[in-house]
């Protein structure tokens, strides 16, 4: 047993197989089991580049014998650090079949993470491109190979330098015997997607998560027609299995990579490939529907845009469909497990206002207030969540497990939320998202949607400053259409929203663009320092 690695217990682990959540498949078999049904079928585009189901399944054969030869075997890590693209799949079956762990870091970490993934998991392997987004990952993996002993190998797709390229590791596996993998196994390790401090490590096995993989097809109804437009990066958990491209080859469709998720790249492949699904984050739904007004692609092919990663507000969801003649699907998830869905024949109103409902029978949720005491259905109060495909542990982090987790399995998630009589969710904020006004409670995103139905209001992200009377004040920070619109003009809008006084921003601060965590996520932390710098210095 993997050090550091909380196993399921025996109790949950024979409940879940008996009630059909776990069936001891794994991700190996399901891309020999398509390479088998469909060789020829095209699974994933890059550029002028296809690659069919067989050839996939070949190609990570090869790189699996490979990786023993080069003496990577079970339950080894390897931190994997691609952009979107064909080797990340190919590393990544290859992985599985040989039973070694991928680490799935995102191309925008740097060092400090890196190291951290590193030494945290005493990993063997690392593997990068040379060069994504002008940033130089061979110098980066210098630099995080000096520092971490156990760090043997670096696997560059490009210009290996003095290291080992992808294409080297290409062999025959004829005096090569694989690994046995189960479904109780270890698959790999995603990132949480906390916003303060470095991320916590995901342990999933190929039991649950080909469980949320299945559950997810079913609902969001992929099949071998469905094109998908990969536009985030494939390394996130959104993008990977809800159903995303995972999803996608376990149905059987295809699989286009855009390099970046702009309008500019990613419209014209939706005209060329005609994409009929694709997934986004709120801020670049935004940007893709005030895009959509000034470009000129056929973009009638889309039949479903996800948005998830954080909460989509009413008036962006509002948008969406009539923008591009589709079906608005919300998604309300985390890495380490729960997954909602509005369904795709749900009425307009629960498309636009929630934030889906549980996608498995098997969900347990709680919705609790400060005591951990449960509250009525339509409360606000705190999700806590239990079930086939959410983690009881985080890896090799047994104090924050303690707080992480109640005394009877259920996961903290830290959202607030609350449920409606038919079960859906809508999500109001996060508990370390709220906004201690002389002891009026301010929930950030409820005003943020308020100043986002303004029509010159592009983006807003509402955090707290430091007041010495009354603890915290709240601060907006805009992205606006227009250069002219002014805090006065919004707050007299807010006024005008009848909202209560304590919840009308005392400040507003206009930028550009707001800085992200390595998730793709609005970086509330990093707001919070600007602003505190700002008043520290009397800006």
Known sequence: MLQGYTPWPDELATKYRS????????????????????????????????????????????????????????QDRVVLQLSNSITFFEICFALFRIGALPIFSLPLHRQTEITYFCEHTKAVAYVIPDVFDRHDYVKMAREVKEKVHTLQHIIVAGDEQEFLNVEALMSEGSSVTLPTITGSDLAFFQLSGGSTGLPKLIPRTHDE?????????????????????AVLPVAHNFTMSSPGVFGVLYAGGCIVLSPD????????????????????????????IEASKTRDYDLTSLEV????????????????????????????GMAEGLVNYTRLNDAEEKIVYTQGRPMSEFDEIRIVDEE?????????????????YTIIAYY????????????????????????????????????????????????????????????EVLDAAIVSMPDAFLGERSCAFIISQKEQLTGQALKSFLQLKGIAAFKIPDRFEFVHEFPQTPLGKVSKKSLREIIQEKLATKI
């Open 19 to 74: 009630n059909g959540c776990w069936t001891g498949e794994t991700f190996g078999e399901v891309l020999e089991r398509m390479a088998t049904l469909t060789p020829t079928s095209i699974a994933l585009i890059e550029g002028n580049r296809k690659v069919t189901y067989e050839e996939l399944d070949e190609r990570a054969n090869r790189l699996a014998y490979g990786f023993i030869h080069l003496g990577i075997k079970k």
């Open 209 to 229: 998560y080909l469980y949320s993989i299945r559950k997810s097809v079913e609902i969001c109804e992929l099949s071998e027609r469905t094109k998908y437009l």
């Open 261 to 288: 998720p702009s309008p500019d790249t990613a419209f014209p492949l939706i005209e060329k490939e005609k994409i009929n699904f694709t997934s986004l984050v709120p801020p670049l739904a935004i940007i893709w």
């Open 305 to 332: 845009i996800q948005v998830g990663g954080a909460k989509c507000s009413a008036e962006v969801a509002k948008k969406v469909g009539p923008s591009f003649g589709c079906t608005l699907q919300q998604v309300f």
């Open 372 to 388: 951990d005491q449960s509250i009525a259905v339509g409360d606000t109060g705190h999700l806590q969540v239990r079930g086939p």
């Open 396 to 455: 090799n982090a047994e104090t924050h497990n303690e707080k992480a987790f109640t005394h009877d399995g259920f996961y903290r998630t830290g959202d607030i939320v609350k449920q409606t009589e038919d079960g859906y969710l809508i999500v109001e904020g996060r508990d370390k998202d709220q906004i201690n006004r002389g002891g009026e409670k301010i929930a950030a995103e409820e005003v943020e949607n308020y100043l986002l139905s303004h029509e």
